[in-house]
C-alpha cells in the first residue's frame, strides 16, 4: 500500500458498517490480548530472574487492535475506540488481573498509536507510518506503568524502555502493516476506506488503438 493513497470522507459521520467492524476488531484483539497475557506469564518463567521484563518483550502485541482499525477505516478516533473496547472485553469479559485501570493503559496505546496516522491526515499508511504508530503507543503507555509500578529510578529503566519501544515497533507496528494488508488482499475490506482509498489511486488502464 503506497503513500499518499486519497483517504476517507472524515466529515460525514461513521457509517454503521464502520461501527460494527470497530466493535467487532475490539472483540477479536480483546480475546487475542487475553491469550497474549498467558504467552507474558510462560515467557516470564522461562525468562527466569528477568522475567519481570518478559511484558516489555510482549508489549507491542497489545497495540495492534489500534493501527489496524485506523488502517481501515481511516477515521479519526477508531483506533483508540477499538483499543478501549478490547480492555473492555478482557476486563469485564475474561477478569483481567489489572481491573479498570486497564482501560486507561488502553486509552494511551490507543492515543500513542493513533497520532501518526492523524498527523498524515488519516491518508499516509506506509511502513514507516505504521512503524511511528506502534513507537509512540509503546513509549505513550510506559510512563503510565512506570510511575504505576515503580520503576522510575530503577537502574533497568532504559532496558525496559528500550525493549517495550522496539516491541511497540516490531509487534504494533509492523506486524499491524502485515494483518492489514494480509486482510485487504483477500477482498473482505473492499467495502471500506481502505479498499476505496486504493481503487481511487489505482491506474486506469490503457485502451488499444483500434
Known amino acids: 500500500m ?77 483506533g483508540i475506540l477499538a483499543e478501549v473496547i478490547a480492555s473492555v472485553v478482557e476486563v469485564v469479559f475474561l477478569g483481567s488481573p489489572v481491573g479498570p485501570l486497564l482501560v486507561v493503559a488502553a486509552l494511551l496505546q490507543g492515543l500513542g498509536s493513533e497520532i501518526p496516522f492523524a498527523l498524515g491526515r488519516y491518508r499516509r499508511f506506509g511502513w514507516g507510518r505504521f512503524a511511528a504508530s506502534g513507537l509512540l503507543g509503546a513509549t505513550l503507555v510506559f510512563g503510565w506503568s512506570a510511575f504505576r509500578f515503580g520503576w522510575y529510578g530503577q537502574d533497568v529503566l532504559v532496558l525496559r524502555l528500550v525493549l517495550q519501544a522496539v516491541s511497540g515497533v516490531v509487534l504494533g507496528g509492523l506486524l499491524a502493516k502485515v494483518v492489514v494488508d494480509a486482510l485487504h488482499r483477500t477482498g473482505v475490506l473492499d467495502g471500506f476506506a481502505i479498499g476505496r482509498a486504493v481503487a481511487a489511486g489505482r491506474p486506469v488502464p490503457r485502451r488499444r488503438a483500434g
Open 2 to 78: 503506497a503513500e499518499g493513497v486519497v483517504g476517507a470522507r472524515r466529515r460525514e459521520p461513521l457509517a454503521l458498517k464502520d461501527i460494527v467492524l470497530m466493535v467487532v476488531l475490539g472483540v477479536v484483539f480483546g480475546f487475542l490480548y487475553w491469550a497474549l497475557v498467558q504467552a507474558w506469564n510462560g515467557l516470564a518463567v522461562l525468562m527466569g530472574p528477568a522475567g519481570d521484563l518478559a511484558q516489555h518483550v510482549l508489549l507491542g502485541g497489545w497495540l495492534l487492535v489500534a493501527p489496524v482499525a485506523v488502517a481501515i477505516i481511516r477515521r479519526p478516533g477508531v
